[in-house]
C-alpha cells in the first residue's frame, strides 16, 4: 500500500477497479468498452460534494487545498454575468487542482465530515498511527491487474468505508447495499488485500446522512454476503 498517486490519477490508471468490474458483471465487455470511450455526462456536483466530504472527514489538511467556496458575486457582478465568467475561469485556470462549490454544498461537506469523526469508531481509527487513510494498492487476480484504494485500512485486518446517504437506517442503508452493490465492493476489497499479504478480516461501512442533523451509523455484512461474491469478482 503506498500514497504514490492522488486520487485523480488513481481514477485514471487503467488497472481495473471495484467499478469497471461490476459493470462487466452486470453488462457485458462491449458495453464497458463503449462507456469507457464515450463517456457519458455524470452528476458532476453529488461527485465533487462526495469527494469533499471524503476529504474532509478522512484528510482535513487537504481540504483546502483541493477545494472552495464559489464566490457568489465577483466586483458586484453576478454569476449570470460575463464579467463574472470571465473572472472566474481566470480563477479556475489559476488553480486547476481546486474543485468549487457554491458556499452552501461546501458547508453541507463539513458539517457532514464533522458528524462522522465524532462517530466513536471513526475517531478511534483516525488517532491510531498505525492507520492508512486513502491509500493504493496495486494487485493480480486471475491474470488481470486491478487496484483497491480503501478509505482506512488498519493492520489488524480492519476495512473501513464511508458512505453518504439519503437514510442511515438499517433499513434505508440495506436498501442501498442492494442498489449500489455494496456486497461486491466489501469482497473486492477484502479479497484485493489478501492478494496483496495483508490481513483482511471485516469490512465496515460508516453511513453519514446527507441532511441535518447528519445521523451516522456503522454497519457490516455477514461473511455469506460477502462469499456469494467471490464467484463474481474471480
Known amino acids: 500500500m503506498s500514497k504514490n498517486l492522488s486520487n485523480a490519477e488513481y481514477h485514471a490508471d487503467e488497472r481495473l477497479g471495484r467499478s469497471t468490474a461490476w459493470k462487466l458483471v452486470t453488462t457485458c465487455p462491449a458495453v464497458v468498452a ?57 480563477m479556475q485556470s489559476r488553480s486547476p487542482n481546486i474543485q468549487w462549490l457554491n458556499r452552501s454544498d461546501y458547508r453541507t461537506c463539513v458539517d457532514m465530515a464533522e458528524s462522522a469523526r465524532e462517530h466513536p469508531l ?17 494487485f493480480e487476480c486471475k491474470g488481470v491487474a486491478g487496484k483497491v484504494r480503501p478509505d482506512l485500512y488498519i493492520p489488524d485486518g480492519t476495512i473501513i468505508d464511508l458512505k453518504s446517504t439519503q437514510d442511515a437506517s438499517e433499513a434505508g ?62
Not at 465533487?48 to 489538511?61: I, K, Q, R, V
Not at 454575468?81 to 481566470?90: D, G, L, R
Not at 483516525?126 to 487513510?133: M, Y
Open 173 to 234: 442503508f440495506r436498501s442501498s447495499i442492494r442498489k449500489f452493490s455494496y456486497a461486491f465492493q466489501a469482497c473486492w476489497y477484502l479479497e484485493a488485500m489478501r492478494a496483496l499479504g495483508l490481513p483482511a478480516k471485516q469490512f465496515i461501512f460508516i453511513a453519514v446522512e446527507k441532511v441535518a442533523p447528519f445521523s451516522v451509523a456503522t454497519y457490516t455484512l455477514t461473511a455469506s454476503e460477502i462469499d456469494r461474491q467471490k464467484p463474481r469478482m474471480q
Open 34 to 90: 463503449h462507456e469507457m470511450a464515450y463517456p457519458r455526462p455524470s452528476d458532476s456536483l453529488a461527485l465533487t460534494m462526495g469527494s469533499c466530504t471524503h476529504t474532509a472527514t478522512l484528510e482535513p489538511d487537504l481540504l483546502d487545498k483541493e477545494f472552495a467556496i464559489k464566490p457568489e458575486e465577483i466586483d458586484g457582478k453576478s454569476s449570470r454575468t460575463n464579467h463574472y465568467k470571465e473572472i472566474f475561469e481566470s
Open 122 to 138: 471513526l475517531k478511534t481509527y483516525l488517532s491510531d498511527q498505525e492507520t492508512l487513510i486513502e491509500q493504493n494498492g496495486f
